[in-house]
């Protein structure tokens, strides 16, 4: 909830679960795997990212998101930076979801989506 939030007042938000089966997800927690990319939990953390991009300049995380993609990772294990949100809380962010080493489906076993 925190997560969907942050751009302003909530919207109305469904809350939906997921089944996964994913090519690989490059996981932030791992600081010797993140140094080895260029990153640090500092550049992830940047509040200027949105600003910096709007702006035409150089975005690290963005770029940093392109070379993973080039290498064959279907997403991120990022922090979230939402405010309020516990320093375990996690988001994943996928850029693949369907295909070959890829399948993400809802789950709706009472058929409740098709309701709304």
């Not at 702006?55 to 940093?64: I, L, S």
């Not at 080039?70 to 309020?84: H, N, Q, R, T």
Request: some cysteine; hydrophobic content about 45%.
């Amino acid at each position: 909830m925190r997560e969907a939030n942050q751009a302003g007042s909530l919207q109305p938000t469904v809350l939906v679960s997921y089944t996964a089966d994913l090519g690989p997800v490059f996981d932030t927690r791992d600081a010797q795997q993140l140094a080895r990319w260029g990153m640090s939990d500092d550049a992830l953390a940047d509040p200027g990212w949105r600003m910096k991009m709007l702006d035409g300049r150089a975005v690290p995380t963005q770029d940093f998101a392109a070379h993973l993609i080039a290498e064959g990772f279907a997403g991120i294990l990022v922090p979230s930076y939402a405010k309020g949100a516990p320093p375990n809380a996690l988001n994943i962010v996928l850029w693949k979801w369907t295909g070959k080493g890829c399948d993400l489906k809802v789950v709706d076993d009472e058929d409740r989506l098709s309701r709304m």
